[in-house]
């Protein structure tokens, strides 16, 4: 049978699929390719100064990228790669959504292992691969996140 005709709901990553909602797991390549941008974003994040705190921090099903601080500031960043432009810029794709869910990730990782006196905020650093070319995007405060230590 097509492995396509066997997906259900509540598997993996959500497709939209007419008035149904169906999950498509993420290819091999597909996390190659992030797991290939995270490291370009976190060389890239060093280059210029950044201490990267955390990979992958997970919180539940959640995950925040890099967990990174520079001179006070700690930023959950999350990393978006594309392999061109066919699917828009990665750092359009953190939706709102996304935005929530690292919302909350980064309360837990707050409650966790903040310190007064820290600031937070959110980056996307977006990372476009064609090619042997790479570039880097980084957006600094990217959207809003409202916590105290």
Aim: charged content about 25%; glycine content about 10%.
């Amino acid at each position: 049978m097509d492995a396509m005709k066997c997906i259900r709901p509540g598997q993996n990553g959500y497709v939209p699929a007419g008035s149904l909602r169906y999950r498509v797991p993420v290819t091999t390549t597909g996390q190659d390719l992030g797991l290939h941008g995270e490291r370009i974003a976190e060389r890239w994040l060093a280059h210029r100064g950044w201490r990267v705190l955390q990979r992958r921090y997970r919180s539940g099903h959640r995950d925040i990228d890099l967990v990174a601080e520079n001179s006070g500031t700690i930023a959950f960043i999350e990393v978006k790669t594309r392999s061109g432009p066919a699917f828009g810029g990665p750092v359009e794709a953190v939706n709102w959504k996304k935005r929530r869910e690292l919302s909350r990730s980064a309360h837990t990782w707050i409650d966790r292992h903040g310190r007064p006196g820290e600031s937070y905020r959110f980056d996307v650093v977006g990372v476009l691969v064609t090619g042997d070319r790479v570039r880097v995007r980084h957006v600094e405060n990217a959207f809003s996140l409202h916590v105290s230590a």
